[in-house]
C-alpha cells in the first residue's frame, strides 16, 4: 500500500511559554568585555559561564583549592611542552607551591637536559635524518646516558639521577632547566620511559638495565603520588600515550590499595583530542569519584593562561 500526499494536521500542536523551558544559555553566563587596564584576573572572571570557559574556570579554582588543602597538584608533561620554551612558566608555579610533582617522558628529558647544557634543543630531523646525524649530539648521549647510569647504580629513580646531575655540575643555563629547579625545590620528578623511542638509546653508552630499573622506580614513586590526590588535581599536558597509560595503571594501584580519590580532578589539555588521554585521564578515573576535563588549546598559549589564571586567583583570596 502507499502512502498519499497529505499534509500533517498542525492545528492540534501544543506549545509552551519560553520562559517556562529549561535553556542551556543564559544572560547571565555570557561574557563580559575587557576592561583595559584590569589585568588577567578579571580577564578571566569575564569569560563565558559556558562550555570550556566555564571549565577553564573550574579547572583554575581546582588548582588553587588543592595547593591550600594540601591536595597536591600533580602535573603529566609531555616533551612538547618542554621545547615550545613553558619550562619557565612551570618553574614559577613550582616555587610559588602549584607543583607537587612532575611526571614526564624520556624526550622530555632531553629537550630540557639540553637546554640547561646549550639553551637551545629540537633539531631538525628532516635534515639530520639523511645524512645520518639525527640523534647524534655527542653530550646528549654521553653525559645523558652517564648520568642515568651513574644515579640508578646509587638507588635513584631516572628524574633524580638528571636533577642530581645537574645540580652537580650547574651548566650554563642550569636556571632554565624544570629538572634543575625540580631538584633545587625537592619536587618529585618521575621519568617514564619506552625504550627505543629517544634518542639516548641509539648511543653506545646507553644501559637498557639502568633505564629499565630507573623507569619502574620512577613509576612506583609516580604511584604513591597519584595515590595522595585525594582532593586533588593531576593535569596531562600533551602527552597522548605514555603518560595516559601510567596514570591509568597507578589510579588502578591505588584504588586496589584502598583509596578512594574523594574530590580528584583531572585534566587533559592539548591541542588535539586522542583517545587515550581522554579515556585513561578524563573519563575512567573521575568515573566513580572526582571530575575530569578537556581542555584543547596550543600549550604555548594555554599554559601560560592557565598559570596566570591561578596567581591571580590564589593572590586575589
Excluded at 639540553?114 to 653525559?143: N, Q
Amino acid at each position: 500500500m502507499s502512502f498519499p500526499y497529505e499534509e500533517f494536521d498542525l492545528s492540534g500542536v501544543t506549545t509552551y511559554p519560553l520562559k517556562s523551558r529549561a535553556s542551556k544559555a543564559r544572560a547571565e553566563d555570557f561574557g563580559r568585555p575587557h576592561e583595559p587596564g584590569t589585568g588577567i584576573g578579571p580577564f578571566v572572571d569575564a569569560l563565558p559561564n559556558i562550555l570550556a570557559a566555564a571549565d577553564f574556570k573550574t579547572v583554575v579554582r581546582a588548582m588553587v583549592d588543592a595547593k591550600r588543602a594540601g591536595g597536591g597538584v600533580l602535573w603529566g608533561l609531555g616533551a612538547h611542552v618542554i621545547k615550545t620554551g613553558l619550562g619557565p612558566v612551570v618553574i614559577d608555579l613550582m616555587e610559588r607551591g602549584f607543583v607537587s610533582a612532575i611526571a614526564t617522558n624520556g624526550a622530555a628529558v632531553i629537550h630540557d637536559f639540553e637546554i640547561a647544557l646549550v639553551g637551545a634543543t629540537s633539531e631538525d630531523v628532516d635534515e639530520a635524518l639523511g645524512p645520518g646525524r639525527f640523534g647524534m649530539a655527542d653530550e646528549t648521549g654521553r653525559l645523558l646516558n652517564g648520568a642515568i647510569v651513574a644515579g640508578v647504580g646509587a638507588g635513584l629513580g631516572l628524574g633524580q639521577s638528571v636533577g642530581r646531575f645537574l645540580s652537580a655540575k650547574q651548566p650554563q643555563f642550569a636556571r632554565a632547566s624544570l629538572l634543575a629547579a625540580a631538584a633545587r625545590l625537592d619536587v618529585p620528578v618521575t621519568v617514564h620511559v619506552a625504550i627505543g623511542t629517544d634518542i639516548i638509546h641509539m648511543h653506545p653508552a646507553a644501559s637498557g638495565a639502568a633505564i629499565g630499573e630507573g623507569s619502574l622506580r620512577d613509576f612506583r614513586y609516580f604511584v604513591s603520588n597519584v595515590a595522595r590526590l585525594e582532593h586533588g588535581v593531576y593535569l596531562n599536558c600533551g602527552s597522548a600515550v605514555i603518560l595516559p597509560e601510567v596514570f591509568l595503571k597507578a589510579v588502578a594501584l591505588a584504588r586496589n590499595r584502598g583509596v578512594a580519590f574523594a574530590g580528584l580532578t583531572t585534566v587533559n589539555l592539548d591541542f588535539v583530542r586522542t583517545y587515550r588521554a581522554l579515556t585513561n585521564v578524563v573519563a575512567r578515573p573521575t568515573a566513580v569519584s572526582g571530575r575530569g576535563y578537556s581542555i584543547v588549546g596550543h600549550h604555548e598559549i594555554m599554559i601560560p593562561l592557565l598559570a596566570a589564571a591561578v596567581i591571580e586567583l590564589d593572590r586575589s583570596l
